[in-house]
């Protein structure tokens, strides 16, 4: 008897594993755990038999089939696991998206190409200490013209044509006035610069009538030529790459001396010469100099104690090399097919 | 200024290119800006600086050439050719006004034969762009070019009472200048007489009266030193910038008068022939006497930062024509009277450093403390605001200050007449503006009528106004304009085009972003003119009026020909950056324990606002409410005309414990009942 039963096991188990290996899907698999697993299933039908035999065998058997139970289980477990897995990956296979469709995106705006080259050159600036003040648009002849060296009647005007509002009120040609208030209002050491929109009366490719200017101002004991050439070699180099060579060329404003203007070497052409440069090789980028010891006499600062270097940009300029603009109108137009590319 | 190196050689060798020389010049402060070839002659464009009046002349650049290349100059001394008649038979002249004319030197030519100028001197004017005339005025403007002194040539038979008088007149008086242009001459405008009036606007212009002309015969010479304040103080009125006025409102040489007048007698006298005076009038009613300057020599260092030796700062103040005295550790300078530019100390250092050359200084970090750097009270927050815009799909435009006063007339009420510019550009540019909308408006305009409708610009900037009293006020502003679609570039989204709650939504997120969103109260914006007044609210912050936002109304849109709806705001940043300072977000414990959610729908009066149903869930005393979210409103069937259909979803919770249901659905009655006690709310089941 017992042998019988022990066969029958081997039998139902070898046919449940053939069988089981045709599984073909998910409802196969139920009717294959119905057959063998279920209440009225094979292995239970096992189980029954088990009263025939002896007391003393029953455990033994048992345990055969209960690990029959058990190996069916999980290989019928493995089977729609493996079932499941097919069937997704079938499913998958055939969703197919065009994936040269744009992108869904949220769409963001530009910063305008000067905000970004004024924080760009804001940011260097403040990176080496410099703080950052602003002053009124519409100043004062005094704080614009004279407090600077640049009495009235002279020939210097002329390098700034000027709006005026009232005879003594004017649209401030530069953003200097800035460093003589706060010149007027703090001791040294002072390092600051003043961005800010500035007004030239003034229209054609390169000028406008509104423009952005960077000024800056470093006042102190024991400032000299020297510290001038290092911070805005630094400056120029940061802004517009380590390789680009950078020179200091003799100049005039009435407000410094001695006076520089700043070349880097030709953004376009790397300094070999070509139309933008005007063969050149070089393309100005900011004027500069020591502060002229008028300036501090004006503010109160003893000129035999107190040397300094003062400088200034348009960020027009800076943007149209960084960016390789040819036109300064395109900035005030607003096209937003201009600005999406910033 | 133009320049013919081939005439610079007369004056100093020159052995190297033309391109060698340029950069030479250009290193050395007189920046050439253009290169030019004309026959075996080179012309430079020099960009002369404000200060370097010398250098408006070939000798001025020539000594310049000879000082950076340790060259002497080649000095001409003009043939001395004298007649037989003396100048007290032609002419008598005096000088009325000593501070206008510190120096006035008169020659008399007689029997010069008018005619075309040779083409050695024709060549030349044109080289240097100057029209040719005839053989007497090109040798004035020959010489001027030559030596920065700028000459004039009377007709000797014009000069009425045979007498010159420098002098300021006590009236205004009218004068026909050169250029057959009448002008108005004030008191203070210098002018040349003859015995009954005025004969050339000294400095800058002769007159009609006295012309050279192809009859003349006789002609009188004028080579003067006039006061430059004065000279540019009366070209400037009259907008009469010359050739001459150019120089002498920089500084002339107030010793070379006399050597120029020669120099223009020898030319005249070899391409017009005639006779010259046997002596020559040089009145000098003020004496200028050559500038003198101590420089210490600590002072090269403090301000250059390098040693550069006495001996060394003496040879190059040589080399500039400076007189020099040594002194212990100082050099006495005697400054030559062609250089004006040159007064102090610090102007010789400069001088040193250029001719030292700019780039033999090591570039040097300065030696600072470490300080702590300051910023404008409003610029982090500025920079945030753009953010949070450019995050709502908004590009930043910069818009021009200016505006026309027509831009402004719809704005009448919300912003103060704009302040004028006496001297615009053109009528669109001549009033600074009192609002941004109009130049953000334009902008938008142009996107548009060149196919870009989707349009979503901002703008940060100051607008200007003047209050009735105090001082002027520049206040800090931001404003957007939205039109075109929702969903920019999507393709496979709805077609819809803004509204009210997308421009709303972008002013919500700069609030926000300035932790003010919670603090903003709504109101209806119907007394703005420009905006549709169902369609429009205005923010406030802490009671005070920040700004609006809306529908532009469609005649103010057209004025912009902006055909499509266009939602506008404009904010006062300034207030809202102030009334941000002191807001920072505060933190509160995340729960450790479920929330629970329920939905409400409600049938109100058209009219309910939203916030009205909200202020009714808050203070209906359930404090178990953490949010309210609202995610429906409907009208239409199922709901009677008049009235609308509002749904939100109220989430409960509590910091301390799991709530139950009871508990919820407690609270969420009793704010059921409370929005049909107080609204007369009905419940949608």
């Known amino acids: 008897m017992r042998e019988d039963l022990i066969k029958k096991i081997e039998d139902v188990k070898r046919e449940a594993l053939h069988e089981v290996a045709v599984v073909a899907d998910v409802d196969a698999a139920e009717k294959w755990r119905i057959k063998y697993l279920g209440r009225k299933g094979a292995v239970p039908a096992l189980l029954t038999e088990m009263g025939s035999l002896d007391a003393s065998e029953r455990p033994v058997v048992g345990r055969q089939i209960n690990d029959l139970k058990n190996a069916l289980s999980s290989e019928i477990e493995l089977r729609i696991e493996r079932l499941a897995k097919k069937s997704m990956e079938h499913a998958i296979s055939k969703e197919r998206i065009d994936i040269t469709l744009p992108g869904r995106v949220v769409n963001p705006g530009h910063r305008h190409p000067v905000s970004q080259a004024m924080d760009y050159v804001v940011d260097v600036f403040t990176g080496m200490g410099f703080s950052v003040f602003e002053g009124p648009e519409i100043e004062t002849d005094y704080y614009n013209f004279e407090g600077l060296n640049v009495p009235k009647d002279h020939p210097a005007r002329d390098m700034q044509d000027t709006f005026y509002v009232t005879g003594d009120l004017l649209l401030r040609t530069h953003t200097s006035p800035v460093q003589v208030r706060v010149m007027e209002r703090a001791k040294p050491p002072i390092f600051m610069i003043a961005p800010g929109a500035v007004y030239r009366r003034d229209s054609d490719v390169s000028h406008s009538p509104m423009f952005h200017q960077v000024e800056g101002l470093m006042v102190d004991c024991g400032i000299t030529f020297g510290d001038l050439k290092g911070v805005l070699t630094v400056f120029c180099k940061k802004v517009f790459g380590e390789k680009h060579g950078v020179r200091f060329r003799p100049s005039f404003f009435p407000f410094t001396e001695p006076s520089a203007e700043v070349d880097i070497s030709c953004v376009m052409c790397g300094g070999t010469g070509c139309r933008v440069c005007k063969n050149t090789g070089w393309m100005e980028i900011l004027g500069c100099g020591m502060v002229d010891p008028e300036v501090f006499k004006t503010v109160g600062y003893d000129p035999a104690k107190i040397t300094g270097f003062a400088f200034g940009m348009g960020i027009e300029r800076v943007a149209m090399l960084l960016y390789g603009i040819n036109d300064i109108r395109l900035f005030y137009e607003n096209d937003l097919r201009f600005l999406e590319q910033f | ?685």
């Open chain 2, 1 to 685: 200024m133009r320049v013919s190196i081939d005439w610079l050689k007369e004056f100093v060798d020159i052995r190297m290119k033309p391109e060698a020389l340029a950069d030479l010049l250009t290193m050395g402060g007189l920046e050439v800006e253009s290169i030019e070839t004309q026959g075996q002659d080179t012309i430079f464009e020099i960009g002369v600086t404000p200060n370097r009046a010398d250098c408006l002349s070939i000798m001025g650049v020539s000594r310049e050439v000879a000082a950076f290349t340790k060259k002497s100059l080649r000095v001409k001394r003009p043939k001395s050719l004298k007649g037989k008649k003396r100048m007290a038979d032609f002419i008598t002249v005096s000088v009325k006004s000593p501070k206008g004319c510190p120096r006035y030197s008169l020659r008399v030519i007689d029997g010069v034969r008018i005619g075309p100028s040779p083409a050695w001197i024709v060549r030349r004017l044109v080289s240097c762009g100057v029209r040719p005339i005839n053989n007497v005025v090109d040798a004035t403007n020959y010489v001027m070019l030559e030596t920065g002194q700028p000459l004039h040539a009377f007709d000797y038979r014009f000069l009425r009472g045979k007498k010159i008088v420098v002098q300021n007149f006590r009236e205004s008086s009218n004068f026909m200048t050169l250029d057959g242009e009448m002008r108005k001459i004030l008191p203070s405008d210098l002018l040349i007489c003859d015995g009954e009036g005025g004969v050339a606007l000294a400095g800058i212009m002769g007159g009609k009266n006295s012309e050279v002309s192809d009859s003349t015969t006789t002609i009188v010479l004028e080579s003067a030193y006039f006061e430059p304040t004065g000279i540019r103080r009366t070209a400037k009125r009259l907008g009469l910038s010359s050739e001459s006025s150019r120089r002498f409102e920089r500084g002339v040489d107030p010793a070379g008068t006399v050597n120029v007048l020669n120099r223009v007698t020898e030319i005249i006298c070899e391409i017009a022939g005639g006779t010259p005076t046997v002596d020559f009038i040089d009145l000098k009613p003020q004496k200028i006497l050559p500038v003198k300057v101590k420089l210490e020599a600590s002072e090269i260092k403090r301000i250059l930062g390098i040693d550069i030796k006495l001996p060394e700062a003496k040879a190059i103040c040589e080399r500039l024509g400076m007189k020099s005295a040594k002194q212990p550790k100082a050099l006495a300078l005697t400054v030559p009277t062609y250089r004006p530019d040159i007064t102090r100390p610090i102007d010789v250092i400069e001088e040193i450093a250029r001719l030292y050359g700019y780039h033999r200084f090591q570039a040097t970090m300065p030696q600072a403390k470490a300080a702590p750097i300051s910023l404008p009270k409003y610029f982090a927050k500025k920079s945030a605001a753009r953010e949070a815009l450019v995050g709502c799909g908004f590009s930043e435009a910069v818009l021009m200050s200016f505006a026309a006063a027509k831009d402004h007339e719809p704005f009448t009420g919300f912003a103060p007449a704009p302040i004028e510019i006496t001297n615009p550009l053109s009528t669109e540019e001549s009033v600074m503006r009192a609002v941004l909308l109009p130049g953000l408006l334009k902008a938008a305009a142009t996107n548009i009528s060149r196919q870009r409708t989707d349009v979503r610009l901002f703008a940060t900037g100051r607008v200007f106004h003047r209050p009735v009293a105090g001082a002027l006020e520049e206040p800090l502003r931001l404003a957007g304009v939205m039109a075109g679609r929702r969903k920019i570039g999507s393709w496979d989204g709805s077609k819809d085009i803004v509204d009210f709650y997308d421009a709303k939504g972008a002013v919500e997120a700069v609030l926000n972003t300035l932790n003010l969103g919670k603090l903003a109260v709504w109101q209806r914006g119907d007394e703005y003119p420009f905006l549709h007044p169902g369609k429009s609210a205005v923010v406030l912050v802490s009671n005070r009026r920040v700004g609006f936002v809306g529908e532009l109304k469609q005649d103010i849109a057209r004025v912009w020909d902006l055909e499509n709806d266009c939602y506008v705001f404009e904010l006062d940043f300034e207030t809202l950056a102030g009334l941000s300072l002191g807001e920072r977000p505060q933190f509160s414990e995340l729960s450790k324990f479920p929330f629970v959610e329920r939905d409400l729908a409600i049938i109100v009066d058209e009219k309910t606002p939203s916030v009205e149903i909200l202020k009714v869930i808050q203070n209906s005393g359930v404090s178990l409410v953490t949010e309210v979210a609202i995610f429906d409103v409907y009208r239409g069937k199922g709901i009677s005309e008049g009235k609308k259909s509002m749904a939100y979803t109220i989430r409960y919770a509590s910091p301390e414990r799991t709530l139950t249901d009871e508990e919820v659905n407690t609270g969420h009655e009793t704010i059921i009942r409370a929005l049909e006690k107080n609204l007369g709310a009905v419940l949608r089941t």
